[in-house]
């Protein structure tokens, strides 16, 4: 499938237009813990006697912890959702205390939305321990308006719920606001919010629509590029080829 790539806007004048506020994913988004997450998924789903291939990944990749699990059980035969999300959880934010790398261009991102006083919030599915973790430790200094888990609204992603939420604790309308994720589960939960989606895949592609810009890297993302997105004016081009997920992870 290919990848659509964005560039930013032609600007007449020397100083760029802002977007009113950016929302943005974690998992995968911010920080590389969508590998961790597949791991984690792999490794319980193991004990239920399952393997995990490309045909979970939708099941996997930017769900939540209770949707994933009920899958497992559901193809495994086996287990007790409630316990299999326990297990997943609690594996999950083990490894993220770990210590988690920040995706490139995130913190040079994140640094220029703050100069120019843009406000950004962090919407994720991840439950509200693993948010914490992550903002104590890789995400630490940044000025993030506020975090909203999956534990924070009644449902989250691929429901508008979290969207909507972090929109009206803004003070703004979704249309007024950029979100940026990485997978099919959060750009579908941010576009029907009403948002403008930037995608910068990271472990499965994300069909092309519109209302949706597609960027390779955090490093190709400015603030041209985050206001482009919010008014239509981006100009996307380019291919790039999607691997198999469970080969990644093979030896």
Known sequence: MSTPEVSAPEVGTPE?????AVLFDMDGT???????????ADEIAAGLGHRLTDADAPEVVGRAVAD?????????GGGCADTV?????????????????LRPGARRLLAEL???????????????????????GSLAGFGFAFTLSADDTVRTKPHPDPYREAAERLGLGPGECVAVED??????SAQAAGCAVLVVPSLLPVEPAAGRYFAGSLEEV??????????????????????GIAELFQG
């Open 16 to 20: 760029v237009s802002k977007p009113e």
């Open 30 to 40: 911010l920080v590389d813990t969508e590998v961790l997450w597949w791991e984690t």
């Open 68 to 76: 994933t699990a009920a899958h497992l059980v559901r193809v495994s």
């Open 85 to 101: 999300a326990a297990e997943l959880a609690g594996s999950f934010f083990r490894r993220v205390e770990a210590g988690v790398p």
């Open 114 to 136: 703050e100069r120019a006083e843009v406000p950004f919030a962090l919407v994720s599915a991840s439950p509200r321990a693993v948010v914490d973790s992550v903002v104590a």
């Open 183 to 188: 997978s099919p589960d959060g750009s579908a």
């Open 222 to 243: 400015d603030l041209g590029v985050l206001r482009g997105c919010r008014d239509g004016s981006v100009n996307r081009s380019g291919d790039r080829p999607d691997p």
